[in-house]
């Protein structure tokens, strides 16, 4: 179970992972020992899976982004997640309630790409309708 001090770690380590052990321990008032301990519990309980690279807007200002919302026939979506999942331009599939079944981020280095993930999407066994969404800017990114 997660104390309120663990959720306020948990948030300062949204923003930054890479804070300083003293630095967190200073903005949530407790000891260096007590953050370090709360780090090792959290992590060895799974809560804190890992720690990640988050690139620059720069970085992302060179390709293109899209929200990618597909439906798929009854009992099929087992095997249209499967499919999705090799193509690499995928970076996250999510199932999701609603009009549409399936929802991916897709991300590509040009508008010419995009169109060919969205056609090969297309074009899997049992998709029967893709709704495209391209993302224009990103206003918060917790991750």
């Known amino acids: 179970m997660l104390t309120a001090k663990d959720e306020e770690l948990i ?5 930054n992972a890479r804070e300083p052990v003293a630095a967190l321990a200073r903005k949530l008032g407790v000891s260096r020992t007590t ?7 959290l992590e060895g309980q799974g809560i804190i899976a890992g720690y990640t690279l988050r690139l620059s807007k720069d970085v992302h200002a060179t ?6 919302t597909i439906s798929v026939e009854p009992r099929r979506q087992i095997d249209v997640a499967k499919v999705i999942a090799k193509i690499p331009q995928v970076e996250t599939l999510h199932t999701v309630s609603g009009k549409f079944d399936l929802m991916a981020l897709v991300k590509t280095a040009t508008a ?3 169109d060919k993930i969205i056609d090969q999407i297309g074009l899997i066994s049992g998709v029967t309708e893709i709704e495209t969404a391209v993302i ?3 206003k ?3 991750k």
Not at 11 to 15: G, N, Q
Not at 63 to 68: D, K, L, Q, R, T
């Open 112 to 114: 010419e790409d995009m």
């Open 11 to 15: 948030a300062l380590l949204r923003v």
């Open 136 to 138: 224009l800017s990103t």
């Open 140 to 142: 918060v990114d917790r």
């Open 63 to 68: 390709g293109i982004s899209a929200m990618v």
């Open 35 to 41: 953050i370090q301990d709360r780090l090792r519990r």
